[in-house]
């Protein structure tokens, strides 16, 4: 009889649960600051099925400041305008973005490009490994993983237990996460929407728009492509509820189809089907301790909008600086306080906005659906309105509160300025390297005095604007740390480097704007 083989120790600075596209940017970004990060995924090996679709400008932003926009550009197709309800169409061709549009491309491809990533920065990950239990101290986090034979170890058939020990967790292991349950935090919400169908599929009419949506009486439906010939497709109906594990109809489909887009484009030869239920849920925290929560581990909502993976995303380059900064001395433990306090707002904003879309979208009589497209029709014809609803949806108009008395550019989106020199062409091509940038005015730069905060030299990395613009010190994940408009070169110097010597405090901002 062969008896189970000892527990393997091994360590990491950090390690994240979930090969997902929140985990993956996390450990590309960990990485490229020189931390020794590990991801455990519990699937044996990659997979080709999707869930998301959209890349959102203000996650194309943040690729792009990793290098890794442009690739992923060219598996996919821009939309610049969505149709939501009936004619209503909303306009994302005036962003103020270099991407003013949505990326509609499926998730592998977005997965593929941030492992690649990450791989070539350094990062390990490992396929078949599932967590168990985790437990933490004062200095670390210590996990019980349960890895997959691989014939090497534990006989063949049966798997081996590995004991890890890292300094941070960090679980990005979606929503039926095992990191959440392991420390113990609830995930309060409901069901939004229950019986949804999908399918992937063959059309013999393509649509004529690159994604498809409508609503009718007897429910909705979304169509999008994969870019191969393939597409998929999301009905609801409405009077025909069924629990997850009944066998989808493609005929119900089809009928669903026909009443909300206006035709079933002959769709036939489905490859995989499924139903799902949408859930509407936030973790209360999304750090106890040494553990943290990111993407669908922490919050979880309607697909209406396609913020979801793009949340996450954001999410990810929010905390990975931080937990480099800290790991390397050079900002206190309390920095990472500012990871919940600025982005579980946004999870909570994205929650709401989502699900306000969804019931819009829901609505089941006549009356109420021409109503509902009538006040949206209206609103989008004030610019205003417009612009407002396309930064909140493309992520471009997401800000952390700063403190009082902050410049007005202070917890915002940095705006991607050109710059002069010979170096990077633009300010998202700065960030690549991972630091801070200080973008200086005309003359600044060539001032000597201490640019960089205490504690922080090598970290900061100073660029000139080609033109007229304040003096701005961003951070890594492309927010505005500080800023002033002082004219002349000396009084910026004396204020950056005043500002600077604040720096740790400044950025354990709180809330959205």
């Known amino acids: 009889m062969s008896s189970s083989p000892s527990p393997t120790s091994r360590t990491a600075e950090v390690l994240v649960v979930g090969a997902g596209p929140t985990g993956l940017l996390l450990a590309g970004d960990l990485a490229r600051a020189g931390v020794a990060v590990t991801v455990l995924e519990r699937r044996a090996g990659t997979s080709n099925l999707t869930r998301a679709f959209a890349v959102h400008a203000r996650t194309l932003e943040e690729l792009d400041a990793r290098g890794v926009a442009d690739e992923l550009l060219r598996t996919g197709r821009r939309v610049s305008s969505l149709q939501a309800f009936g004619r209503l169409r909303i306009d994302l061709s005036r962003l103020p973005s270099r991407f003013p549009y949505v990326l509609v491309t499926p998730q592998y491809e977005t997965e593929r490009v941030l492992e690649r990533r990450a791989k070539e920065l350094g990062a390990r990950i490992v396929h078949g490994a599932e967590l168990t239990s985790l437990r933490q101290d004062g200095d670390g986090v210590t996990a019980a993983v349960r890895v997959a034979d691989t014939g090497s170890a534990g006989g063949e058939g049966q798997p081996a237990e590995d004991v890890w020990r890292a300094s941070y967790l960090v679980g990005t292991d979606g929503v039926r ?24 599929v063959r059309l013999d009419r393509p ?5 498809s949506a409508g609503s009718a009486r007897a429910g909705f439906a979304f169509m999008a492509p994969f870019g191969d010939g393939w597409y998929r497709v999301i009905a609801w109906h409405r009077h025909h509820p069924l629990p997850d594990d009944a066998p989808v109809d493609l005929e119900e489909m089809r009928q669903v189809m026909r009443a909300a887009l206006g035709g079933d484009f002959g769709m036939r030869d489905a490859r995989w089907t499924s139903r799902f239920h949408s859930d509407e849920r936030q973790a209360p925290h999304y750090r106890v301790g040494r ?48 990871y919940e306090a600025e982005r579980f707002p946004v999870g909570r904003m994205v929650l709401r906005g989502s699900g306000a879309l969804l019931r819009l979208a829901l609505l089941g009589s006549a009356p109420a659906r021409a109503v509902r497209d009538a006040v949206a029709r209206a609103a989008v014809r004030i610019p205003l309105a417009e612009e407002r609803f396309a930064g909140a949806l493309s992520g471009v108009a997401i800000a952390y509160r700063a403190p009082r008395g902050a410049h007005r550019l202070a917890g915002r989106r940095a705006p991607d300025v050109p710059l002069a020199g010979d170096g990077p062409a633009r300010l998202y091509e700065a960030l690549r390297g991972g630091r801070f940038v200080l973008v200086a005015g005309a003359g600044a730069a060539d001032a000597a005095g201490p640019w960089a905060p205490d504690g922080w030299d090598g970290e900061v990395d100073v660029v000139t604007a080609a033109g007229a613009a304040p003096t701005m010190l961003v951070r890594p994940d492309g927010y505005v740390a500080w800023a002033t408009d002082a004219a002349d070169p000396a009084a910026r110097l004396a204020a950056a480097s005043a500002g600077g010597r604040a720096l740790p405090a400044a950025l354990m901002a709180g809330e959205v704007n």
């Open 207 to 211: 649509p004529t728009e690159v994604l």
């Open 177 to 200: 996460s095992a990191v959440r349950h392991a420390i113990g935090l609830p995930f309060p919400g409901h069901s939004a929407v229950t019986s949804v169908m999908l399918a992937d």
């Open 291 to 338: 553990v943290f929560l990111a993407g669908d581990a922490a919050h979880v909502h309607s697909p209406a909008g396609g913020q979801g993976m793009n949340t996450g995303l954001q999410d990810a380059a929010n905390l990975g600086w931080k937990l480099a900064a800290v790991l390397r001395g050079r900002a206190p433990e309390g920095l990472l306080d500012s």
